[in-house]
């Protein structure tokens, strides 16, 4: 519900957002994706126009302990309707 307060009260009054994120995307992160240790899953839909799956394609595998799950015809907020999924995710230790 914030995520999507978010869009409708700021998204519709200003481009920041958008800037901002456009900057951070040419920044060092201030580290590798291949010293993150913890496991990661990544939830990726294949129909996002925003992110594109090659990005998850090229940084999941560079993370040791990470797997991609692809979740077809999703586009880049796909992942909402994932809430289950990811919670058990989370719960089975994964």
Known sequence: MMFLDDLSTNGG??????VYDAILFTREWGFSARDVQ???IWW?????????LAHAEHLVPMIP?????L????SHLGGLGAARE???AVLSGW
């Open 38 to 40: 913890q496991p990661v």
């Open 71 to 74: 979740r077809h015809g999703e």
């Open 86 to 88: 990811v919670l058990e």
């Open 44 to 52: 990726h839909g294949d129909a996002d126009n925003i992110v594109p």
């Open 13 to 18: 009054r200003s481009m920041r957002a958008f």
């Open 65 to 69: 302990n990470a797997k991609l799950i």
